[in-house]
């Protein structure tokens, strides 16, 4: 399994890491998601996924990756 780690624009709240957290996830091959608004970024645990698959995900929550 490996982690990912990738800067998404426009996270200000927990409100905004449990979107994030819930379309990232809905990812085939992802096994765990974490997000942190603090920082704006967001760990990906899994296997299987790409890049431009979670960037789609975070743009369906309304945010952007950078």
Do not use: W
């Amino acid at each position: 399994m490996a982690t990912r780690q990738f800067n998404v624009e426009g996270m200000s709240c927990e409100h905004c890491e449990a979107s994030i957290k819930e379309e990232v996830s809905a990812i085939p091959g992802v096994t765990g998601v974490s997000a942190d608004h603090t920082t704006g970024l967001v760990e990906v645990d899994g296997e299987g996924f790409s890049a431009e698959e979670v960037a789609k995900a975070v743009h369906e929550a309304g945010y952007t990756l950078r």
